[in-house]
T-cell receptor, first 112, second 115 residues
Framework: QKEVEQNSGPLSVPEGAIASLNCTYSDRGSQSFFWYRQYSGKSPELIMFIYSNGDKEDGRFTAQLNKASQYVSLLIRDSQPSDSATYLCAVELTGGGNKLTFGTGTQLKVEL | GAVVSQHPSRVICKSGTSVKIECRSLDFQATTMFWYRQFPKQSLMLMATSNEGSKATYEQGVEKDKFLINHASLTLSTLTVTSAHPEDSSFYIC???????????FGEGSRLTVL
């Protein structure tokens, strides 16, 4: 079982819709969770991080964490074509040290 | 925010040669940096943790003699791919732990092509 799993997609949504990206992780002791956006040929950029169960909102983005289910998600409201990218879920596994384990990423396509 | 810069952004080399990639934290000191490798359509795979003033810690399966890491100062870590082969062609990305929140800041990445 992979430590961090994501559906590779592509996930296609129309412009203005809500995009829902999901991620599961295997290490129950993980404490920190991150969502990164990566455009083709570029390095990842941090969108959000979440440490506590529940929802965390930042503009059009909402991260949701459920530690009991070992599940973290990212919602993007009012999706724009510029949101088209690969979204990487990253988990700081037990032991921390800022070492992140990344999922394979979900490709999001926002269509006009 | 904190800035991490990588150089070169692209490099093409012949098989058997060595290539050095630099990772610099421009406006903060980074005692810890990380090196990742990303193959096309795959995720970032952590190669090693670079610690200023001490030996790097390599992840399982990463050859330390092939991927030499030096972190001689608080703002610079280098990755040298020795005796490069075509299978080493990849996107190499570094990150540094930021000064306050512990957030990771990523460099722009370096695309290595070995002919």
């Amino acid at each position: 079982q992979k430590e961090v799993e994501q559906n590779s997609g592509p996930l296609s949504v129309p412009e203005g819709a809500i995009a829902s990206l999901n991620c599961t992780y295997s290490d129950r002791g993980s404490q920190s969770f991150f969502w990164y956006r990566q455009y083709s040929g570029k390095s990842p950029e941090l969108i959000m991080f979440i440490y506590s169960n529940g929802d965390k909102e930042d503009g059009r983005f909402t991260a949701q964490l459920n530690k009991a289910s070992q599940y973290v998600s990212l919602l993007i409201r009012d999706s724009q074509p510029s949101d088209s990218a690969t979204y990487l879920c990253a988990v700081e596994l037990t032991g921390g040290g800022n070492k992140l384990t990344f999922g394979t990423g979900t490709q999001l396509k926002v269509e006009l | 925010g904190a800035v991490v810069s990588q150089h070169p952004s692209r490099v093409i080399c012949k098989s058997g040669t060595s290539v050095k990639i630099e990772c610099r934290s421009l406006d903060f000191q980074a005692t810890t940096m990380f090196w990742y490798r990303q193959f096309p359509k795959q995720s970032l795979m952590l190669m090693a943790t670079s610690n200023e003033g001490s030996k790097a810690t390599y992840e399982q399966g990463v050859e330390k003699d092939k991927f030499l890491i030096n972190h001689a100062s608080l703002t610079l870590s280098t990755l040298t791919v020795t005796s490069a082969h075509p299978e080493d062609s990849s996107f190499y990305i570094c990150s540094a732990v930021g000064p306050n929140t512990g957030e990771l800041f990523f460099g722009e990445g370096s695309r290595l092509t070995v002919l």
